[in-house]
């Protein structure tokens, strides 16, 4: 199985809303991430986990708040997000955070924040 | 901040032709990648080039990387409508293990 699956694919909430992103793979890989992807822009990194550890957290709102509960589901919870929160989140999974492994993609979760 | 910077940003061309997409980064890598994504779904694994190698083949892909000049090139060879995707190219840089992402160039393959 060389699948990572993300729910829901499509989510539109309020401003005042409490959701949740879930992402899962069971390939074994020790290393989980976080994307947001704009229109028309490539994907910017947000979280890394490592071994289910927080490893990298590139300076994104608390809004945002990644859980790793195991090692193969990883969880972006979302909180007064704004509009321009809009956009797509990508989950991937990689054998290690290292360089040199290659990372596969869920489909994403189209995210609309009204 | 974005290291890679594709070229073109589209490309237009008809089924059977090649398709020649490059990426040109401004500091050292460790390895290369490039990624297709079909429209507003995840990102595919196309090819792996270290920084120590020139080039690399996958099926109709080849990629050539050329360090002294800071640019990889990837082509698609007798193209078909399917290949029809945005294809970005992404950079670790050395000492690092995350990926950069280029802005990515949008090709369309018309049968």
């Not at chain 1, 360089?99 to 993609?105: D, G, I, L, P």
């Not at chain 2, 990629?63 to 990889?72: E, F, I, M, P, R």
Request: net charge positive; glycine share 6%; proline share 4%.
């Amino acid at each position: 199985d060389t699948e990572v699956t993300q729910t829901p694919k499509h989510l539109v909430m309020g401003m005042t809303n409490k959701k949740s992103l879930k992402c899962e793979q069971h390939m074994g890989h020790r290393a989980m991430y976080w994307y947001k992807q704009k229109a028309k822009k490539p994907p910017e990194l947000m979280f890394v986990y490592s071994y289910e550890k927080l490893s990298i957290n590139e300076s994104v709102p608390s809004r945002f708040s990644p859980e790793c509960p195991n090692s193969s589901l990883l969880n972006l919870h979302l909180h007064a997000l704004q509009p321009e929160d809009s956009a797509l989140y990508l989950c991937a999974s990689s054998q290690a955070q290292f360089s040199s492994y290659e990372q596969y993609f869920g489909p994403g979760t189209r995210l609309t924040v009204t | 901040s974005q290291q890679g910077e594709e070229d073109p940003q589209a490309l237009s061309i008809q089924e059977g032709e090649n398709a020649t997409m490059n990426c040109s980064y401004k500091t050292s890598i460790n390895n290369l990648q490039w990624y297709r994504q079909n429209s507003g779904r995840g990102l595919v694994h196309l090819i792996l080039i270290r920084s120590n190698e020139r080039e690399k083949h996958s099926g109709r892909l080849r990629v050539t990387l050329d360090t002294s000049k800071k640019s990889s090139s990837l082509l698609i060879t007798a193209s078909r409508a399917a290949d029809t995707a945005s294809y970005f190219c992404a950079t670790v840089l050395s000492g690092y293990s995350t990926l950069t992402f280029g802005k990515g160039t949008m090709l369309l393959v018309s049968p």
